[in-house]
């Protein structure tokens, strides 16, 4: 039953297993309700989280609830706690986003709330990262998180994201990285998916970034550094909330 839960988890892509979890919840949450972990985006405790990943899995990364990985319980930690996203008005872009955090983003009052995509069925707009269809100065708030591995441009996309964000704005932009290392990895000759999958970790990535990853960023405008939030917390919460404390959470901030 083990194996046969791991391969529904990682070959039913994320976005339809949370439309699937959506008219299952109180069955899910009544089935894994425990007291060993805590998913701090729904407020509730778990007796386990689920293993997920491409390849190599890792052990309690799924949230059962919300499915959220580390990197969604760690944006969210940061946002409570952090910042005033939860309470001060704001105008927010959201490129491609995550289907837990746009259920909920968008009925937040405090929040003037549009979400972008060039592919999803689910955004506010259809729009190019490239090009982005919005005035100069138009976002307090920019999310943009796994989406800069698939786009050959970066250096431009990261641009657009300048362009469109008002000075004294910040914005977070997570990627796919390599901490350990310092230069990042792209071949663009690489087309075949599954030479990408080999090379990059997932078949429709153009790269793996390393820490230059914050020289790009910088070279586009944005004021920025690694920060590591989940070291801001315990062993002990960091397993209760399902961290990574090796993953790193790029805020960016426009002067």
């Known amino acids: 039953m083990k194996k046969v839960t791991k391969l529904l988890l990682n070959k039913i892509p994320r976005p339809i297993l ?35 990943g491409y ?6 990364a799924l949230s059962p609830g919300t499915l959220s990985l580390e990197r969604h319980r760690q944006m969210w930690l940061y946002l409570q706690n952090e910042t005033e996203f939860f309470r001060k008005n704001a105008k927010v872009l959201h490129i491609a986003p995550e289907q837990e955090f746009l259920r909920k983003f968008k009925r937040m009052k405090n929040l003037n709330y549009i979400s972008a995509d060039l592919f999803s069925p689910i955004v506010d707009v259809k729009a190019d990262i490239l090009d982005l269809p919005f005035p100069d100065k138009s976002f307090d708030i920019v999310f943009c998180n796994h989406v800069l591995e698939h786009i050959e441009d970066d250096a431009k996309a990261m641009s657009e994201l300048y362009r469109v964000m008002r000075h004294g704005g910040w914005g977070i932009f997570q ?14 000759t690489i087309k075949d998916p599954k030479e990408r999958q080999k090379h990059f970790g997932q078949y429709d990535h153009v790269r793996w970034y390393g820490m230059d990853y914050f020289d790009r960023l910088r070279e586009a405008g944005f004021t920025t550094q690694p920060n590591f939030y989940s070291r801001n917390y315990s062993e002990e919460e960091i397993q209760k909330f399902g961290l990574n404390k ?10």
Request: without cysteine; positive net charge.
């Open 246 to 255: 090796n993953e790193i959470l790029p805020v960016v901030f426009k002067k």
């Open 55 to 60: 390849g190599k899995q890792r052990e309690n």
């Open 175 to 188: 990627v796919p990285m390599r901490n350990s290392q310092e230069k990042t990895y792209e071949d663009f």
């Open 18 to 52: 949370i439309k699937l979890s959506v008219w299952a919840r109180p069955l899910i949450y009544q089935f894994f309700k425990g007291d060993q972990f805590y998913d701090p985006i729904d407020g509730r405790s778990y007796r386990k989280f689920l293993p997920y």
